[in-house]
């Protein structure tokens, strides 16, 4: 499956590859043909990738074959050991929990996971938490507290999931408690926005020392077609949404809602899950160890002033 | 003063206010009674006949439960800015200028000190008129203040929720006045301050999954619809009828949400009591340094 801006490059992709194999076959060579296809072909990815609009990197963000948490989890750290369960209401699978190890330091793993195939996808409910998955994050937070365990958090999801239970068991409650939960950790956090950032259903788990995002990876106040069902009464202006909602990593960093942009591979993370991943991992990396010489006291701080700080108005001038 | 003029509205209007039509006669929406408009006013906004509860405004609200005189204004130096140059059927600076109009105010909230049948307290009220409660960063931060306000001047917090949730048009922006609220609260807790929160009709979306729902009591006004994401929405998404009472206020109360539904005329009450009865602790035990442990 390919996106639509991606055609040329698959294209002229599929030429080099027919090349090479008349090449072979003919015994000649073309050595300096494909050599001049495949530099027109990397010019062409990182144009096209320079310049997508902020609704073709939604679509990115989303794109099958992208990593998912549990992709994350099985590539950067080491020995996942899976913990479930919210010891309240059951065990949901949209999140994943557990503990693992980052260069030989444990840590606790939170991963918003959706499927890598339509099976997956309904089992995972396509990443989309209930309270459940909630209370786990929250659990997962009070292990982290009281092993002195650092946090790392993956985020992925289209949004906390609007459902009859969801709202009979507490969403809005859970959401806002874990909020204030992850806040008040005693131990370094960091989130990362691996794909969708979606709404409150993100930020539940995004209340960390440093916010990190992928560069084709977005984080939204709301999705692009709910917001264009809204405005425009017509989710097929969902593109216009977009890009009125200024959701790209680039976006986020200028606001200062992410401390980070990760660089992904010339063609999106979907082209080179391992590389993104180990890009990812990197960054993990010199992220705690920045971190690790902070007290609780100042991580509890440092966190805590880093939100209080967001937003943006004017203050009006009482004698305007 | 300046302040007003600068957010003096344009024309008298009558009901901006007001859900309820035009004229001096209504038909209760609830029991179909005729009402005699200023018996709405004059009742709280309650039907004189079966006591249904219409949306009440800030200025109206703020009167119902502030001891006669005491409330003294701390918000209305904020306004919203454009961080993200939001345009939708208007440019977002044209809306807001037409609603700071029409409602006399900066942004969709008003905050204030004032005593409640003799309790200090920090009093914020959301104002549903002004584009519907959205919260944006102007709401987030003057919450925020508001906390803050009242733990360094002892006095208790009580918020009145009314809100669609976050305000679209600040983006990601106003999806962090969520964690930006909730951490300034933080200063209540350390101080053992009560945080009183009463939601009433609506609140929804990122208000009620952040502040709204982390009151130490939550209380509820009859029949609000609370909830996080709206019935249209649920609808849509299960393409199935929803239960009778759904995400309403006597609803949530029996799933173990809320800590009572209280009627309009009684609510200055509950909540004296209430805030009296937290801060009468003989205080035995100094606070944990720590307020983590549990959830």
């Not at chain 1, 606790?108 to 994050?137: C, L, W």
Request: net charge negative; hydrophobic share 40%.
């Amino acid at each position: 499956m390919s996106l639509p801006f991606e055609k040329p490059i698959l294209d002229l992709e599929a030429k080099i590859r027919d090349m090479r194999t008349y090449a072979e076959e003919q015994e000649m060579d073309l050595a300096e043909e494909i050599a001049l296809l495949e530099a027109r072909l990397e010019r062409l990815k990182a144009q096209t990738f320079e310049r997508l609009t902020r609704w073709q990197r939604v679509q990115v963000a989303r794109a099958a074959g992208r990593p998912t948490g549990l992709d994350y989890v099985a590539h950067v750290f080491e020995g996942f050991r899976e913990l479930h369960g919210d010891r309240t209401l059951g065990d949901d699978p949209a999140v994943v929990t557990g503990l693992a190890e980052l260069g030989g330091e444990s840590l606790v793993v939170i991963a918003q996971q959706k499927g890598r195939d339509t099976k997956e996808n309904i089992h995972r409910n396509f990443g989309m938490s209930h309270p459940s998955g909630y209370r786990k994050a929250m659990r997962m937070f009070d292990l982290a507290d009281k092993f002195g365990l650092p946090v790392v958090t993956l985020i992925d999801t289209p949004g906390a999931y609007p459902g009859i239970a969801a709202e009979e068991q507490g969403q809005a409650w859970v959401i806002a408690a874990s909020i204030q939960r992850m806040s008040r950790l005693r131990v370094p956090a960091i989130a990362v926005v691996i794909g969708e950032g979606g709404s409150g259903g993100a930020l539940a788990i995004g209340v960390a020392n440093r916010v990190l995002i992928l560069e084709n990876a977005t984080y939204s106040v709301i999705s692009p077609e709910s917001c264009a069902a809204i405005l425009w009464r017509d989710a097929a202006e969902a593109p216009r949404a977009a890009e009125a909602l200024k959701l790209t990593a680039r976006d986020l960093r200028e606001l200062e809602i992410v401390d980070r942009v990760i660089d992904e591979p010339i063609g999106g993370a979907h082209r080179d899950p391992a590389a993104a991943m180990d890009a990812v991992g990197v960054a993990l990396r010199a992220e705690l160890d920045a971190l690790r010489g902070s007290t609780p006291e100042d991580l509890l701080r440092g966190r805590r002033a880093r939100f209080r700080r967001l937003g943006r108005f004017v203050e009006i001038d009482a004698a305007a | 003063m300046a302040l007003e003029r600068w957010f003096r509205r344009s024309r008298p209007t009558r009901s901006d206010d007001d859900t309820s039509p035009a004229g001096l006669w209504l038909k209760c929406e609830s029991c179909s009674a005729q009402i005699y408009r200023k018996d709405l006013v004059a009742n709280l906004y309650l039907c004189p006949e079966c006591g249904h509860h219409y949306r009440m405004p800030v200025d109206a609200r703020i009167a119902s439960l502030a001891d006669e005189g005491t409330f003294e204004r701390w918000s209305g130096r904020l306004a919203p800015t454009d961080p993200l140059e939001f345009v939708d059927t208007e440019p977002y600076p044209e809306r807001m200028e037409r609603v700071q109009q029409k409602q006399g105010r900066p942004d969709a909230i008003v905050s204030g000190a004032a005593s409640l049948n003799g309790e200090p307290i920090a009093l914020v009220v959301m104002d549903f008129f002004f584009a519907g409660g959205s919260m944006g960063s102007v709401v987030g931060e003057e919450i925020a203040r508001a906390a803050e306000r009242a733990a360094a001047e002892d006095r208790s917090l009580v918020v009145i929720t009314a809100s669609g949730g976050a305000r679209m048009q600040e983006g990601a922006l106003s999806l962090m006045q969520m964690a930006k609220t909730t951490v300034a609260l933080e200063e209540l807790t350390e101080r053992r301050l009560p945080f009183v929160s009463v939601l009433t009709d609506p609140t929804t979306g990122g208000v009620t999954a952040s502040f709204a729902t982390l009151g130490d009591v939550i209380l509820a006004e009859p029949h609000a619809l609370i909830c996080f994401a709206g019935p249209r929405v649920i609808q849509q998404t299960i393409k199935q009828d929803l239960p009778e009472g759904f995400q309403r206020a006597e609803f949530l109360l029996k799933k173990g949400m809320l800590d009572d539904v209280v009627p309009r005329d009684r609510l200055k009450e509950a909540l004296g009591t209430t805030l009296r009865l937290l801060r009468g602790g003989a205080k035995v035990s100094e606070p944990e340094e720590s307020h983590v442990a549990t959830v």
